[in-house]
């Protein structure tokens, strides 16, 4: 894994007014960077904004504020249909709900056709059929299913050709909106699977999006942990999983079931209180350990790094 | 051990425009006082659709129960008129649904939503309902019972809601309580505040519960026995010890496989290929064996009967059969296993 | 413990390959073949159509059957009963009957006689009460009027009051009727579906705008429209299709609007947009494919509620003006001589009610068709 940023995404803001004067603030200030070719977990529970982090850098939403770098250019902002088309065969998405993110009116073969379609990709109705074809071997199906309507497939199944329908445009970065959380465990594992053959293979960079922690540790390099719109805690994924700074982050680790019966009679849970945090100053995101940054104020900070030091 | 249910040769079915669905091909399990069966499997195994059967809560049409009986402290509930299912239902069985938005009525304050089955099975006065609701609802943790029990169900958060839930399925002390994915719509944190929950009261009432999930971590967490069921049929079943740390079946290696641990390195996943088969028109023979890797000539001609592996453990697959050729689980799912039993042999001071 | 001993060369290992799994066994159909499937085994929709084509061969051919015009009088015909050959059983044999009744026998008897103008020629009277058993004595009197008029040929529907061919004009109504018919799923498809797309589409203001005007539409009673209408312009088809064309398609407008709401922020519309669709493309393939069952259903309810709007009109005089034949003008002609000459009201209220009831059970078929909670 190289270094390089392939995403920077500064100070994201996305607010949705609710009324005359309330505000929502889904996101809420967000700093971070994906490099080349890694596979950024970004996890939290319901409505923490997560979901709305991933559909406002993709530009389904548009920023209230901040910036969204790839590559080194802004992605928001007023931009002309070309440079717009540019960013969309760069950078696609695969969502959460296998029933709902194909079109039943269309056959397998337009759907998964549509960005060529969009984009001028394949020059005859052969060529499209030929790629079709391709890509549906690519993620496992075969050429039959071209001419088949979603509504034959089952869940796995269509999530792999929503997964086809991303590739179809070639692009280096996916977006993958909790695109397991709607599956069978035993279907999870082949998809979790056929995103990390599409990543050795095709160089991919993901943005994995979900609120499962054993699965997001699994195939991530490193983990964004987000809490009510704001980044709590950030390292890699092995760091963060043994050294789990952030009270949030804790008791989401030491809630998840593991499938271990023994273990789970020894379980203990933490509760996350957010009022036990120091409330002196504005929390901040800083560098606790190497690599491994929690949001908090000065004094926690120095308390954070006491217990949890910077030697192992 | 005295039994309080008993599902025998259990066969369910639905009649569609494209022909008979069997979603339910002959199941067998039984239930002791006070134990939590879990039954395990993806969506359109039948899971769910058994549960369903008990409660005789399937359409009809274009459902029905073709054949089998459904024994509850000896009365075959298979058999029973709506009335009598009527008098049964929440009172002597009771259900927790999935999703905490749509099983309150989202017009009547909690309370009375409560105080419904009471006064109508129990039948309690007003003022003696009102009274136990407050306890009930104490009893499911929500603080405040009194104020709480007068508000609607939208001024409840996901977890709280599923609580009234649990607390309108236990209101009349059920002798079973039937959790269809009671947690599946919630988050981790919430989820395992409900799965205490549920414990803790099953402690005090001593109900016996079947708990349906597809989560083996929630399982692992929950239950006493287990029944992994496929494709409409029970294809292991036996205490949560032996379908964790000595699975016999296929597909329960799948399972096992499929999930990730936190400590496991970057191996690959062991995934069961394909999809589960169409019950439209069920396979001949093994319904797994398209799915299965170590598949035998007789898997796709004949049904594999319930094997004993010992006195709670059973399996149906040809692999237990004497001529079967000696098979290992797969690699993840064995190391998987010997992890878990180091583990399990006692570290206690696993590091978190 | 398994009662059979299975053949030892079983148990020796198969090659499973992935794509025997993957395998779809049903047949490939689109929602369109399927629904049309299920409509084809619906027996009342079924029935329902073949009414409908029925109906609309009549009033295409109807009227050349016979060489009655439609505005073609003759008063010494007026009120003539319907008569068809062999279908007397019916009671279309060409006669009125009636029934008087007297203190005796013989005045009801020439009272029954005096009923038809004392033809007696032309009348058979037949004794149902003798008056011998206290009650009042009754006579039914049969008046062959084709026979006492000398009359060749055959009214069908009979005549009105003006001795028109009431068969022609029927129908020439029930053509009035289905133009009412296209002309309102016309009006539905175009402007309530281009208007409920776009209002929902665009969104924000364009929605907030859009819906405003509806409701202003919708605040408008239809008939003061209607009056508003004849007061501008004369009575007559021209003013009906106006009032049509201003209110007929807001129930559809708001229909398409909510679907479209609920359409356009799922996921399949979200992926298209991040495919770098544009708006032509996502309303055409992804949108309009998926309200058009709902559009169909709707426009088949539409239909008939908007052919009882015309007949309303026409039987309170506000629709088409005479002579113009139309169903609501002809069941108000025959409804003021309802108790005499019945037949002059039934075969025009027959004719509407087979249309309403007919289109009302195919929009039912329809709807079952199409409703994906069916979908197996």
């Given at each position: 894994?190289?270094?390089?940023?392939?995403?920077?995404?500064?100070?994201?803001?996305?607010?949705?007014?609710?009324?005359?004067?309330?505000?929502?603030?889904?996101?809420?200030?967000l700093?971070?960077?994906i490099?080349?070719?890694e596979?950024?977990?970004?996890?939290?529970?319901?409505?923490?904004?997560k979901?709305?982090?991933?559909r406002?850098?993709?530009?389904?939403?548009d920023a209230?504020d901040?910036?969204?770098l790839?590559?080194?250019?802004n992605?928001?902002?007023?931009?002309?249909?070309?440079?717009?088309k540019?960013?969309n065969r760069?950078?696609?998405?695969?969502?959460q709900?296998?029933?709902a993110?194909l079109n039943p009116?269309?056959k397998?073969e337009?759907?998964?056709?549509?960005?060529?379609?969009?984009?001028?990709?394949?020059?005859?109705?052969?060529?499209?059929?030929?790629?079709?074809?391709?890509?549906?071997?690519t993620?496992g199906?075969?050429?039959?299913?071209?001419?088949?309507?979603?509504h034959?497939f089952?869940?796995?199944?269509?999530?792999r050709?929503?997964i086809?329908?991303?590739?179809a445009?070639?692009p280096?970065f996916?977006?993958?909106?909790?695109?397991?959380?709607?599956?069978?465990?035993?279907?999870?594992?082949?998809?979790?699977?056929l995103?990390?053959?599409?990543?050795?293979?095709?160089?991919?960079?993901?943005?994995?999006?979900?609120?499962?922690?054993?699965?997001?540790?699994?195939?991530?390099?490193?983990?964004?942990?987000?809490?009510?719109g704001?980044?709590?805690?950030?390292?890699?994924?092995?760091?963060?999983?043994?050294?789990?700074?952030?009270?949030y982050?804790?008791?989401?680790l030491?809630?998840?079931?593991?499938?271990d019966?023994d273990?789970e009679?020894?379980?203990?849970?933490f509760?996350?209180d957010?009022s036990?945090?120091?409330?002196?100053?504005?929390?901040?995101?800083?560098?606790v350990?190497?690599?491994?940054f929690?949001?908090?104020t000065?004094?926690?900070?120095?308390?954070?790094?006491?217990?949890?030091g910077?030697?192992? | 051990?005295?039994?309080l249910?008993?599902?025998?040769?259990?066969h369910?079915?639905?009649?569609?425009?494209?022909?008979?669905?069997?979603?339910?091909?002959g199941?067998?399990?039984d239930?002791n006082?006070?134990?939590?069966?879990?039954?395990?499997?993806?969506?359109g195994?039948?899971?769910?659709?058994t549960?369903?059967?008990?409660?005789?809560?399937?359409?009809?049409?274009?459902?029905?129960?073709k054949?089998?009986?459904?024994?509850?402290?000896?009365?075959d509930l298979?058999?029973?008129?709506?009335?009598?299912?009527?008098?049964?239902?929440?009172?002597?069985?009771?259900?927790?649904f999935?999703?905490p938005m749509?099983?309150?009525?989202p017009t009547?304050?909690?309370?009375n939503?409560?105080?419904?089955?009471l006064?109508?099975?129990?039948?309690?006065?007003?003022?003696q309902?009102r009274?136990r609701v407050v306890?009930?609802?104490?009893?499911?943790?929500?603080?405040?019972?009194e104020?709480?029990?007068?508000?609607?169900?939208?001024?409840?958060?996901?977890?709280m809601?599923?609580?009234?839930?649990?607390?309108?399925?236990?209101?009349?002390?059920?002798?079973?309580?039937?959790?269809?994915?009671?947690?599946t719509?919630?988050?981790?944190?919430?989820?395992?505040?409900i799965?205490?929950?549920?414990?803790?009261?099953?402690?005090k009432?001593?109900?016996?519960t079947?708990f349906i999930t597809?989560?083996?971590?929630?399982?692992a967490?929950?239950a006493?026995?287990?029944a992994?069921?496929y494709?409409?049929?029970?294809?292991?079943?036996?205490t949560?010890d032996?379908i964790?740390?000595?699975?016999?079946?296929?597909?329960?290696?799948?399972?096992?496989g499929?999930?990730?641990?936190?400590?496991?390195?970057d191996?690959?996943?062991?995934?069961?290929p394909?999809?589960?088969?169409?019950?439209?028109?069920?396979p001949?023979?093994?319904a797994?064996?398209?799915r299965?890797?170590?598949?035998?000539k007789i898997?796709?001609?004949?049904?594999?009967?319930?094997?004993?592996v010992?006195d709670?453990?059973?399996a149906?697959?040809?692999?237990?059969?004497?001529n079967?050729p000696?098979?290992?689980?797969?690699?993840?799912?064995?190391?998987?296993?010997?992890g878990?039993a180091?583990?399990?042999?006692?570290?206690?001071?696993?590091?978190? | 413990?398994?009662?059979?001993?299975?053949?030892?060369?079983?148990?020796v290992?198969?090659?499973?390959?992935?794509t025997e799994?993957?395998k779809?066994t049903?047949?490939?159909l689109?929602?369109?073949?399927?629904?049309?499937?299920?409509?084809?085994?619906?027996?009342?929709?079924?029935?329902?159509?073949?009414?409908?084509?029925i109906?609309a061969?009549?009033?295409?051919f109807?009227?050349y059957?016979?060489?009655y015009?439609v505005?073609?009088q003759?008063l010494?015909?007026?009120k003539?009963p319907?008569k068809?050959?062999?279908?007397?059983?019916?009671?279309?044999?060409?006669t009125?009957?009636d029934v008087q009744?007297?203190?005796?026998?013989?005045?009801?008897?020439?009272?029954?006689?005096?009923?038809?103008?004392?033809?007696e020629?032309?009348?058979?009277?037949?004794?149902?009460?003798d008056?011998?058993?206290?009650?009042?004595?009754?006579?039914?009197a049969?008046?062959?009027?084709?026979a006492?008029?000398?009359?060749?040929e055959?009214?069908w529907f009979?005549?009105?009051?003006?001795?028109?061919?009431?068969?022609?004009?029927?129908?020439?109504?029930?053509?009035v009727s289905?133009?009412?018919?296209?002309?309102?799923?016309?009006i539905?498809?175009?402007?309530?579906?281009?208007?409920?797309?776009?209002?929902?589409y665009?969104?924000?203001?364009v929605d907030?705008?859009?819906q405003?005007?509806?409701e202003?539409?919708?605040g408008?009673?239809?008939?003061v429209?209607?009056i508003?209408?004849?007061l501008?312009?004369?009575?007559g088809?021209l003013?009906?299709?106006?009032a049509?064309?201003?209110?007929g398609?807001?129930?559809?407008?708001?229909i398409?609007?909510?679907?479209?709401?609920?359409?356009?922020?799922q996921?399949f519309?979200?992926?298209?947009?991040?495919?770098g669709?544009?708006?032509s493309?996502?309303?055409q393939r992804?949108?309009i494919?998926?309200?058009?069952?709902?559009?169909?259903?709707?426009?088949m309810?539409?239909?008939?509620?908007a052919?009882?709007?015309e007949?309303?009109?026409?039987?309170?005089?506000l629709?088409?003006?005479?002579?113009m034949?139309?169903?609501?003008?002809?069941?108000?002609?025959g409804f003021?001589?309802?108790?005499?000459?019945?037949h002059?009201?039934?075969?025009?209220?027959?004719?509407?009610?087979?249309?309403m009831?007919a289109?009302?059970?195919?929009a039912?078929?329809?709807?079952?068709?199409?409703?994906p909670?069916?979908?197996?």
């Open positions: 894994m190289s270094k390089e940023k392939l995403v920077e995404i500064k100070n994201l803001k996305q607010h949705f007014k609710t009324g005359r004067h309330s505000v929502v603030k889904a996101v809420d200030g700093n971070f960077d490099y080349k070719g596979t950024f977990g970004l996890v939290g529970e319901s409505g923490c904004g979901s709305t982090t991933g406002t850098i993709i530009r389904l939403y209230t901040g910036e969204v790839y590559n080194g250019e992605v928001h902002g007023k931009k002309s249909r070309d440079q717009l540019k960013f760069e950078m696609q998405m695969i969502f709900d296998p029933y993110s009116r269309m397998v337009d759907i998964i056709a549509e960005g060529m379609d969009i984009h001028g990709l394949s020059k005859d109705s052969n060529a499209r059929k030929e790629r079709v074809h391709e890509l549906l071997e993620v199906l075969n050429k039959e299913h071209a001419n088949r309507y979603p034959e089952s869940g796995g199944q269509r999530q050709i929503g086809a329908r991303a590739l445009v070639d280096s996916i977006i993958a909106d909790e695109p397991i959380s709607a599956l069978d465990v035993s279907i999870q594992a082949q998809v979790v699977n995103l990390k053959k599409l990543q050795n293979e095709n160089g991919l960079t993901y943005l994995f999006i979900a609120h499962d922690l054993s699965m997001v540790k699994y195939i991530s390099d490193r983990i964004g942990v987000m809490y009510f704001k980044m709590v805690e950030l390292a890699d994924a092995e760091e963060l999983y043994k050294h789990p700074i952030h009270p982050t804790q008791s989401l030491s809630a998840i079931p593991l499938p019966p273990y009679r020894s379980r203990e849970r509760t996350y957010p036990q945090h120091d409330t002196s100053e504005e929390p901040e995101f800083r560098e350990r190497p690599g491994h929690v949001l908090c000065t004094k926690e900070f120095e308390q954070y790094q006491r217990e949890h910077t030697g192992r | 051990m005295e039994k249910l008993e599902v025998k040769d259990l369910v079915s639905f009649d569609t425009y494209g022909g008979e669905v069997k979603a339910v091909r199941v067998n399990f239930l006082k006070g134990e939590t069966l879990a039954i395990v499997g993806e969506s195994s039948g899971k769910s659709v549960t369903k059967a008990l409660m005789q809560l399937i359409p009809m049409p274009p459902g029905r129960i054949q089998g009986e459904i024994l509850f402290e000896g009365r298979a058999k029973m008129s709506d009335k009598q299912m009527q008098k049964i239902r929440g009172k002597e069985i009771s259900m927790i999935q999703d749509t099983s309150l009525n009547m304050k909690v309370g939503q409560i105080m419904e089955g006064i109508k099975h129990q039948k309690m006065s007003k003022p309902a009274k306890e009930l609802l104490e009893l499911v943790g929500i603080a405040d019972a104020n709480r029990m007068k508000q609607y169900p939208h001024q409840f958060s996901g977890g809601r599923q609580r009234v839930v649990v607390a309108i399925a236990l209101a009349c002390n059920p002798k079973l309580l039937i959790a269809d994915e009671p947690t719509a919630l988050d981790v944190t919430i989820q395992a505040q799965l205490e929950l549920m414990k803790d009261i099953q402690k009432t001593d109900s016996a079947i597809h989560d083996l971590g929630v399982v967490n929950v006493d026995r287990v992994v069921m494709a409409g049929k029970i294809v292991e079943v036996g949560v032996d964790f740390y000595n699975p016999k079946h296929p597909y329960t290696w799948g399972l096992l499929s999930m990730p641990s936190l400590d496991s390195e191996e690959e996943l062991y995934a069961i394909g999809s589960p088969p169409d019950l439209l028109n069920p001949k023979g093994d797994f064996a398209a299965n890797e170590y598949a035998m898997d796709l001609e004949q049904e594999p009967p319930m094997f004993k010992s709670t453990h059973y149906a697959t040809w692999l237990l059969h004497e079967a000696d098979i290992d689980p797969p690699a993840a799912v064995k190391k998987r296993m010997e878990m180091k583990t399990s042999g006692g570290s206690e001071g696993e590091q978190r | 413990m398994e009662n059979h001993k299975p053949n030892k060369d079983l148990f290992p198969v090659d499973t390959t992935d799994s993957e779809i049903r047949p490939s689109s929602f369109w073949q399927d629904s049309f499937i299920r409509l084809r085994k619906n027996v009342g929709a079924m029935i329902g159509l073949a009414v409908l084509v109906l061969l009549l009033a295409i109807g009227p059957l016979n060489d015009g505005y073609e003759d010494s015909r007026s003539m319907p068809v050959e062999g279908l007397g059983w019916l009671g279309m044999d060409g009125l009957s009744s007297a203190a005796t026998l013989e005045q009801a008897e020439s009272k029954a006689l005096m009923r038809f103008n004392n033809q020629d032309f009348i058979e009277t037949e004794v149902v009460n008056g011998s058993n206290g009650e009042p004595a009754q006579v039914r049969t008046y062959d009027v084709y006492a008029k000398d009359i060749q055959n009214y009979g005549t009105d009051g003006l001795g028109r061919d009431q068969w022609t004009r029927t129908w020439m109504g029930t053509r289905l133009y009412i018919a296209f002309l309102a799923a016309a539905d498809m175009l402007i309530g579906v281009a208007y409920g797309g776009i209002s929902a665009y969104g924000g203001r907030n705008v859009m405003r005007i509806i202003i539409l919708v408008i009673p239809n008939l429209l209607v508003l209408m004849i501008i312009l004369e009575p088809i003013s009906i299709t106006i049509l064309a201003i209110a398609w807001i129930s559809m407008a708001r398409v609007r909510g679907q479209i709401l609920k359409l356009k922020n996921e519309v979200l992926a298209s947009r991040t495919l669709a544009k708006d493309r996502i309303l992804h949108l494919p998926n309200v058009l069952g709902l559009i169909i259903i709707n426009t309810f539409s239909i008939p509620s052919i009882f709007f007949a309303f009109l026409s039987f309170i005089g629709g088409l003006p005479t002579p034949a139309s169903l609501g003008t002809l069941i108000n002609a003021q001589s309802l108790q005499i000459y019945p002059i009201l039934l075969f025009p209220a027959v004719v509407i009610s087979l249309i009831i289109f009302n059970v195919l039912d078929g329809l709807r079952d068709a199409f409703d909670k069916m979908r197996e």
